[in-house]
């Protein structure tokens, strides 16, 4: 029987879809209307659900279908659409992201009678990032005026267009419903509305997706249970590798490994599972209290997190500043923790071919230099540069030369999550009620920090720098090689320090810091290759006219006038240039 079920499932192509929207949209209504076998863990049956009204955790249900023209030829031979139905409500956005990265396509669910709502926004950018193709549906139709039905409808499908046409699901396939008609009261005997079209559409925006048992198992768990006699069942989608009967997986949240036991999918016994495979997994017994959600995987293949250092890009809508050590909600897999983030980019002095820091096809290399940033960028609008405003404040000397920024993650808490994993931030402690996007940044993590130490092994080797620029002035020349400044330290700093760095002059010398001059902070400079004559020049005029001034001041010369012009030209500027990296303990200055 069970050797029957294996085969029939290897024949069914399974296609997850996420079911998101504001919340009482209609979401678990719509999930309903289309299924036809519900998981343990669907339409909420948990019992705060049912008594809130409201879903607060993730569903699972499935139907199955005849397989579309297009998918034809292939190794499948019907079609399992997984429906996942997400909460809607802003307190449980943790919940739609984790739900969301194991989706392949996205249905948005729209009240016709009220449109485009806050999460609604969200679950855009969310499908945006984590997601190919969406379809959305207008659902309740059933409470517009018959009258006025057919019209509204065509308004509010305009409406969306317009508001998706600067994503990437622009002109995306939009079809009306009523999954619910009368609402959530009435009889079970009333007929959904435009259910057939809406399953049409999805055979036609369905696709092959990328399904590879090789690699190491990787199991997104959403819902544990226990069954007496049996084990501990952990329910949820294969994100990479496969899982058989008799495999010892790991549970790195728990330091604990357990032998598969047996393993359904959507109450059909089988005796493996691969790659985007909604399965049951029963397990030899453990509190099923002791893992909400989490990942399951090949022992010693999931690293524990202290950091990371991901590629990311701040989301538009987000209307906040990503300042540099701030704290964000940092979302990876079905772990959302508080950590410190430090943006950084590309500096123009860096190699154009970098290496990979870990993993074929990553763009972060240890070796290279990047540049500090005080906030994280803003994308570039289509067809125009980046200009000052759009810019680090950090970076007034040396600008970033590519649109590609990273971030440094440091996590409040150890986090579990497979390498390459998508990295979200969020601001959650923004209030639900304000209307605004509360999700920052997205990325991909491309180093893991496993080293509980890394303050000490790793980021003293992260050549991440701030430039310092400093400006003095000449005060006057003491020969033709060495000149006299000012202006450029305070009277406390310790000169020593600056000895030996470059500086240059207005007037196109370039020089050497020797050392201090006096108590005061002046300092002598050393010009290599000369004077110019001119300058030597205005500096030896400067030099008389300011001792013929003292000199006037004091009544040592006689008819001297006391307000003798300061000189007809500017004075002569000193101009240090410098950087520091800002993980350097010593905070030596480094000049190219």
């Known amino acids: 029987m069970a050797s029957d079920s294996t085969a029939a499932a290897k024949n069914l192509l399974n296609f997850n879809i996420g079911v998101l929207g504001h919340v009482d949209s209609g979401k678990t209504s719509l999930a309903k ?110 409470l517009l005026p018959a009258a006025k039905k057919a019209a509204t409808i065509e308004k509010m499908k305009k409406r969306m267009l317009k508001t998706l046409e600067n994503t990437r699901f ?21 007929q959904a509305e435009g259910v057939a079209d809406l399953i049409d559409e999805l055979k036609k925006q ?18 544990c ?22 495999d010892t997986v790991e549970i790195p949240a728990l330091k604990m490994n357990r032998k598969v036991k047996s393993m359904q999918m959507f109450r059909q016994p089988v005796t ?50 990503c300042s540099t050590k701030a704290k964000f909600h940092v979302t990876m897999g ?35 230099e990047y540049l500090y940033q005080d906030e994280l960028m803003s994308p570039p609008i289509a067809g125009k540069e980046n200009t000052a405003s759009n810019n680090q404040s950090g970076a007034s000397s040396t600008q970033a030369t590519t649109n590609e920024q990273w971030a440094l993650i440091e996590f409040e808490k150890p986090v579990t999550c497979q390498r390459n994993c998508l990295v979200i931030g969020s601001k959650l402690d923004t209030d639900i009620h304000s209307n605004t996007c509360r999700l920052a940044f997205h990325g991909e993590l491309l180093h893991a920090v496993t080293d509980k130490t890394y303050n000490e092994t790793l980021l003293p080797n992260l050549k991440i720098f701030k430039t310092k620029s400093r400006e ?33 002059l207005s007037s196109g010398e370039e020089g050497v810091i020797e050392g201090g001059f006096g108590q005061s902070g002046k300092f002598k400079i050393r010009i290599p290759s000369g004077l110019k004559e001119e300058t030597f020049k205005q500096l030896s005029e400067k030099g008389k006219k300011g001792k013929k001034a003292a000199a006037s001041a004091s009544g040592e010369v006689e008819g001297a006038s006391t307000d003798a012009p300061s000189g007809s030209r500017q004075s002569i500027k000193i101009f240090l240039d410098f950087k520091r990296y800002i993980f350097d303990s010593k905070k030596q200055m480094i000049q190219t």
Do not use: W
């Open 33 to 142: 209307a289309l299924s036809t076998i519900a998981s343990t863990a669907a339409f909420d049956k948990n019992p705060q659900s049912k008594e809130r009204g409201i879903t607060l955790d993730l569903g699972f249900s499935s139907f199955i279908v005849d397989l579309p023209e297009h998918l034809k030829g292939t190794s499948y031979e019907r079609l399992q659409f997984t429906l996942v139905d997400c909460p809607g409500h802003a307190s449980l956005i943790r919940t739609i992201i984790g739900g969301a990265q194991i989706i392949d396509l996205m249905m948005l669910v729209i009240d016709v009678t009220k449109g485009m709502q806050t999460q609604s926004a969200e679950c855009l950018v969310i499908g945006e990032i984590a997601c190919k193709k969406m379809v959305v549906v207008l659902n309740k139709v059933d």
């Open 170 to 190: 622009a002109n995306c396939p939009i079809l009306a419903v009523a999954a619910k008609p009368g609402g959530p009261e009435a009889a079970e005997s009333m």
């Open 206 to 223: 369905s696709y092959l997706p990328e399904r590879d048992p090789t690699g190491p198992f990787l199991f997104s768990v959403d819902h």
């Open 225 to 246: 249970f226990s069954i007496r006699g049996q084990g501990t069942v952990m329910t949820g989608t294969i994100l990479s590798g496969k899982v058989a009967i008799n």
């Open 272 to 321: 493996q599972a691969i790659q985007g495979d909604r399965v049951g997994v029963c397990v030899t017994q453990f509190d099923p209290k002791q893992l909400e959600r989490g990942l399951v995987c090949t022992p010693g293949t999931l690293p524990t997190l202290f950091a990371g250092i991901a590629l990311v890009k701040k989301i538009p809508y987000f209307k906040g500043t």
């Open 334 to 368: 079905h772990d959302t923790v508080m950590a410190k983030v430090l943006f950084f980019g590309a500096s123009s002095e860096a190699s154009s071919s970098p290496n990979d820091a870990d993993g074929e096809g990553s763009k972060f290399n240890l070796d290279q």
């Open 472 to 504: 003095g002035v000449v005060e006057r020349a003491t020969d033709n090689y060495s000149v006299i400044g000012r202006s450029l330290f305070k009277k406390e700093t310790n000169i020593q320090t600056f000895v030996g760095l470059k500086v240059s």
